[in-house]
């Protein structure tokens, strides 16, 4: 009789154990979880929405940036393309007037020995 009892007892625990609602787990319905998913694919939605207009923000900003850049680019090179012709003007100016300087100076060296020349 007590082993019955017992047993009894074991297979009431178990029963109630099984059939017992978790108290942290509400019990979902179908129409519950749909909600829920529904509310999370909405948060997603909106989330990448907001992400969307931030990338195109800052692809705006870039773009200008790169204009910017590539005009500032072209500014230079203009202006290292003037002051490198007139680099080899002034080049090719100074090496002309020390040609021309070195021949006349032969010249009156040529002369000068003409002159020595005489003297002896």
């Not at 942290?24 to 207009?53: F, G, H, Q």
């Not at 204009?67 to 230079?76: G, H, N, P, S």
């Not at 003037?82 to 100074?94: G, H, L, Q, R, T």
Request: some cysteine; hydrophobic content about 40%.
């Amino acid at each position: 009789m007590m082993l019955q009892r017992v047993f009894v007892f074991l297979l009431m625990n178990i029963i109630q154990t099984t059939a017992a609602k978790e108290p942290w787990r509400p019990a979902c319905s179908r129409y519950d979880y749909e909600e829920r998913l529904l509310e999370r694919v909405i948060r997603n939605e909106l989330s990448m929405e907001t992400l969307l207009k931030e990338i195109h923000e800052t692809n705006v900003k870039i773009e200008s940036s790169l204009k910017i850049l590539e005009r500032a680019i072209y500014e230079v090179e203009t202006q290292l393309k003037s002051e490198i012709n007139k680099a080899k003007a002034y080049m090719s100016d100074a090496v002309a007037e020390m040609t021309n300087n070195s021949s006349m100076t032969a010249i009156q060296i040529k002369k000068e020995i003409e002159k020595l020349k005489g003297f002896y």
